[in-house]
């Protein structure tokens, strides 16, 4: 079992067997159209990973890895918020809030590229590693009418303490069955890569989600999943020779012997969720 199975399946068995049901106000299935009911924790949960034990992936079940990998690329190396960019990495579950202009308008790569805020974390990194406030945030309050999604995981918190990088990530809002399995995995990922390019070590990445939730058409799959074998964690490596954050390239990084392609995938169908600060253009 990695490390990360234990730790999101005991919390997706506390949301199943405690959590709270309300329906989700202008929400649908994308399939019927039909209404949206969830199951919070009603509580904020904390999963702390240390990277240098290993790699915080599921082995419950199959996590599509690359995609994970191309989205964080897309967002924080690429700064894009155009959707035709997924499309060319084969990824079509942003399509949804896929405007007319083909973009998620100016929500997540937006907000890293107008401050320059990779950058700018690199430099802290680099320059004051006591620095206390190397941040990157998404939330933009100014923005949030232009959004066609409000950023989920919107902030990062860093640290460099006695060598290693360690990474806070603060998620509003955690799709348990669909969302949060990508989310670590490719923050995780991010730690690796800006890691690799500040010469430290790859510390403790620490996920807090203050509204995890289970949709009611994952309930039956996640169930399924806490019955399931589980394995070791796969390995995961990065192209040591990079040494700009800018010159990775998705290839740069991958998993090798990930058993979770024997559990297989769990198809769950994605709940559409509208904005409701966004201003309707005419
Ligand atoms: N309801 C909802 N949940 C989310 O997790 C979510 C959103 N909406 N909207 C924006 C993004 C899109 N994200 C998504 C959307 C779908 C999958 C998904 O369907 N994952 C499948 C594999 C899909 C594939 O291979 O293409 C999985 O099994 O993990 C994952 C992340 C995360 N975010
Ligand atoms: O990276 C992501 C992006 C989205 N999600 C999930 C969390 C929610 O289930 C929906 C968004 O709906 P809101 O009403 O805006 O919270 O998408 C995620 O888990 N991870």
């Known amino acids: ?5 234990e730790i999101y399946l005991e919390i997706a068995k506390q949301i199943l067997e405690n959590g ?17 009911i969830v199951k919070k924790l009603g509580r904020p949960v904390v999963m702390q990973f240390d990277l240098q034990q290993e790699f915080p992936i599921l082995t419950s079940k199959y996590v599509p890895w690359k995609k994970f990998r191309d989205e964080i690329y897309w967002i924080m190396i690429m700064q894009s918020n155009d959707v035709r960019e997924l499309h060319a990495m084969d990824i079509r579950f942003w399509d949804e809030w896929m405007g007319e202009d083909f973009t998620i308008g100016k929500a997540y790569g937006v907000q ?8 700018r974390l690199i430099g802290k990194i680099m320059n004051n590693p006591n620095d206390r406030g190397m941040i990157i945030q998404l939330w ?3 923005d949030l ?4 999604i409000r950023p989920c995981a919107f902030m990062t918190m860093w640290d460099v303490t006695d060598g290693y990088l360690n990474c806070s990530l603060i998620q509003r809002s955690g799709d348990w069955g669909l969302g949060i399995p990508f989310n670590f995995g490719q ?10 390019v500040t010469n430290l070590k790859p510390g403790v990445l ?3 989600i203050n509204n995890a939730h289970i949709y009611d058409r994952h309930y039956d799959m996640i169930r399924e999943q806490l019955n399931r074998p589980t394995f070791a964690a796969p390995e995961f490596q990065i192209n040591k020779e990079v040494k700009n954050i800018y010159d990775f390239k998705p290839e740069d990084l991958q998993i090798v012997g990930y058993k979770g392609k024997h559990a297989g995938m769990l198809q769950m169908e994605m709940a559409t969720v509208i904005n409701p600060h966004k201003q309707v253009q005419n």
């Open 206 to 208: 620490t996920h807090y």
């Open 187 to 196: 923050y995780a990922m991010l730690v690796h890569m800006v890691a690799q």
């Open 112 to 119: 890293v590229k107008k401050f320059k805020q990779l950058d």
């Open 145 to 148: 009418p232009h959004m066609n």
């Open 20 to 36: 709270f049901e309300h329906k989700v106000e202008g929400a649908w299935y994308a399939s019927d159209g039909g209404e949206v």
């Open 140 to 142: 933009n309050e100014e």
């Open 1 to 5: 079992m990695s490390r990360a199975d």
